[in-house]
């Protein structure tokens, strides 16, 4: 029998159709899925009807509750309990389901998962993780922003939830793993970061730690698994969005401003579909809490099916992984500092990017 | 008679030339300057020849020391101070130039500014602050790295120091203020952040606080000064920077891949070039250092003479301006804490950007 996932079916700006559809497109990808949709049944089931040949695959959960974008974490653990998400989660928490997924309320989503889920053992707090696309393929950026502030051996077990994530969904048995510093000196940057490239620099656990790289490393394949707090992590990936709508705008100026501009963009019309593929973020979808007795996957707020399908993808490619045993071995060896068991290439000298000597770009 | 602006003539990855070459297209805006340069009269003076329309507003101040790119702060301090960089600072302690511009090693620069200019009364810490590119124009954005931590104090310093560089170099008489934080409710975020807010609400400096942004809305013009502690602010701009570099890449990919895609960029290299135009660091080059007893211009190390020309124009309009009587003013203004002065339009919510709700964006 296949895996039964969970779905927030009232959670994200588009849902809940592109929960259905993303349910729809996931089922011919993974035919033995079955899916519990937590949510409105007078909302759910017409879409359902519209798709009869998945509603053998489908159950509902009803509930007219629901968190809407706008409530804040306190508010949702007050009432979120019976919503859609919080069946969702409670679905995971219950052994019902492998796995939840929802596009809803991130700071609420990760709110009512704490509660029903709790961390894992050795795990001080959980971070979001996700792949951020780089030139070759993508990495795997946390924390985005579970928690503001990070302690050496926070940053450490970071490392440790992220390089488990790197070997399910990166399919790498070794990823190359970097701290996010402001520089790739190793007596540069915060002490919690130089601490924890202490704490990671000997251990048995399946990494090559390369040490320190900085922002614009990020999408450069140096690093498969790159590790920061999450209050830089959340600036980072904000940042980074906004760069590629601030350029997205620009090239619409560019070429909107002339015929020859129309006409060129035009011809090259499949050149920039290329180009919004690859800059596409339903194509990766998903923010992954890592770090709780559960999983949970983030699909982006604005997904559309395709994206909520990616999402859902990895929910099952986790689920389908022994992830939680991985992490679990890890968090032993990381506290146990096993130094005996390092092999040659785990020593790992920090990594010098091309900018290292140049510690910042005052532009 | 003109201003005296000492520059660091070995500094950067193409120095001398651009340094002189930056200095001739300076002098074209602004004829009444006079240049002392700093740096290797063998290396200097045969560009000077070939420019014998400068050459009287030059001056060269000879050393062969120089800071290279990859030399660390600490061996800066200890053998710098008759570096070139160190004379180009020297002349503005002494009061012999007006400013001092360097394309050089910032980290060393940083090291050099603070030993021979100290802070000035009341500033902690200095900030480094550049002009970062808005879908309409430029917001001021600081620290880009000169601290890897940052108090409430000292963040609501960093407020000071924009808004004064605001005042000058975007002529706003009252710029919008905003902290970069993870989240625009204002219960998120870390606790420097939140209570820097609480003493930049109420205070007389010429400033409209607006609150907290997201690093998805530092190009949307929602503010002309956004503060961030230097850690999360190198953050922002390195991973800008990647972001960039990554699309710059993607955009060749896809453009270059096909036959018809090379001919539409060919007819659209126009848009190209206008779009070019807008991301090109050399446009606006120069990040300042805020907070010293002296004007020190950092441009970037890979810029060319236009661009050093930039860095230079930014240092001639600090040095014209009454900056650092303002910044004196502010910071007794936010010492004071002088709630009675407020305008009823510093009172200021919380900016809410579009994704408020939308804390993380799980991708």
């Given at each position: 029998m296949g895996l039964t996932i969970s779905l927030d079916a009232m959670g994200g700006d588009h849902a809940p159709q592109i929960v259905v559809e993303g349910a729809r497109l996931a089922l011919q990808r993974h035919a033995d899925l079955a899916f519990l949709l937590c949510g409105d049944e007078t909302a759910v089931a017409p879409l359902l009807k519209a798709h009869p040949g998945i509603a053998a695959s489908c159950r509902?959960?009803?509930?007219?509750?629901?968190?809407?974008?706008?409530?804040?974490?306190?508010?949702?653990?007050?009432?979120?309990?019976?919503?859609?998400?919080?069946?969702?989660?409670?679905?995971?928490a219950s052994g019902e389901a492998a796995a939840a997924v929802s596009a809803g309320n991130t700071g609420g989503l990760m709110a009512l998962a704490m509660y029903s889920l709790s961390t894992m053992p050795g795990i001080d707090r959980p971070a979001i993780g996700a792949l951020w696309p780089t030139r070759r393929g993508s990495c795997v950026f946390l924390d985005m922003g579970?928690?503001?502030?990070?302690?050496?051996?926070?940053?450490?077990?970071?490392?440790?939830?992220?390089?488990?994530?790197?070997?399910?969904?990166?399919?790498?048995?070794?990823?190359?793993?970097?701290?996010?510093?402001?520089?790739?000196?190793?007596l540069k940057g915060r002490d919690s970061v130089r601490e924890a490239a202490a704490m990671l620099k000997n251990t048995s656990i399946a990494y090559e730690f390369i040490g320190f790289v900085e922002?614009?490393?990020?999408?450069?394949?140096?690093?498969?698994?790159?590790?920061?707090?999450?209050?830089?992590?959340?600036?980072a990936i904000k940042t980074a969005e906004?760069?590629?709508?601030?350029?997205?705008?620009?090239?619409?100026?560019?070429?909107?401003?002339?015929?020859?501009?129309?006409l060129g963009a035009l011809i090259a019309r499949g050149a920039f579909k290329r180009l919004e593929a690859r800059m596409d973020p339903n194509a990766q979808n998903g923010g992954v809490f890592l770090g709780l007795n559960g999983i949970v996957v983030k699909s982006h707020g604005s997904a559309n099916g395709r994206g909520f399908a990616s999402a859902i993808d990895m929910a099952v490619n986790l689920a389908r992984s022994n992830f939680a045993a991985e992490i679990a071995a890890s968090v032993k060896a990381l506290n146990e500092g096993t130094a005996s068991t390092v092999t040659?290439?785990?020593?790992?000298q920090p990594h010098r990017s091309a900018g290292a000597h140049e510690e910042i770009a005052a532009r």
């Amino acid at each position: 029998m296949g895996l039964t996932i969970s779905l927030d079916a009232m959670g994200g700006d588009h849902a809940p159709q592109i929960v259905v559809e993303g349910a729809r497109l996931a089922l011919q990808r993974h035919a033995d899925l079955a899916f519990l949709l937590c949510g409105d049944e007078t909302a759910v089931a017409p879409l359902l009807k519209a798709h009869p040949g998945i509603a053998a695959s489908c159950r509902v959960r009803h509930t007219v509750e629901r968190i809407a974008m706008e409530d804040k974490p306190s508010q949702v653990l007050r009432r979120g309990q019976s919503s859609s998400m919080g069946l969702a989660i409670q679905a995971v928490a219950s052994g019902e389901a492998a796995a939840a997924v929802s596009a809803g309320n991130t700071g609420g989503l990760m709110a009512l998962a704490m509660y029903s889920l709790s961390t894992m053992p050795g795990i001080d707090r959980p971070a979001i993780g996700a792949l951020w696309p780089t030139r070759r393929g993508s990495c795997v950026f946390l924390d985005m922003g579970a928690n503001v502030e990070a302690s050496a051996k926070q940053l450490a077990q970071f490392a440790v939830l992220g390089t488990a994530f790197a070997h399910v969904i990166l399919r790498k048995p070794r990823p190359r793993l970097a701290l996010l510093n402001v520089g790739a000196e190793e007596l540069k940057g915060r002490d919690s970061v130089r601490e924890a490239a202490a704490m990671l620099k000997n251990t048995s656990i399946a990494y090559e730690f390369i040490g320190f790289v900085e922002g614009s490393d990020i999408p450069l394949d140096v690093a498969e698994v790159i590790v920061s707090d999450g209050f830089s992590g959340n600036v980072a990936i904000k940042t980074a969005e906004g760069t590629v709508h601030l350029i997205s705008h620009f090239m619409k100026e560019a070429f909107g401003g002339s015929l020859l501009g129309k006409l060129g963009a035009l011809i090259a019309r499949g050149a920039f579909k290329r180009l919004e593929a690859r800059m596409d973020p339903n194509a990766q979808n998903g923010g992954v809490f890592l770090g709780l007795n559960g999983i949970v996957v983030k699909s982006h707020g604005s997904a559309n099916g395709r994206g909520f399908a990616s999402a859902i993808d990895m929910a099952v490619n986790l689920a389908r992984s022994n992830f939680a045993a991985e992490i679990a071995a890890s968090v032993k060896a990381l506290n146990e500092g096993t130094a005996s068991t390092v092999t040659a290439a785990s020593g790992g000298q920090p990594h010098r990017s091309a900018g290292a000597h140049e510690e910042i770009a005052a532009r």
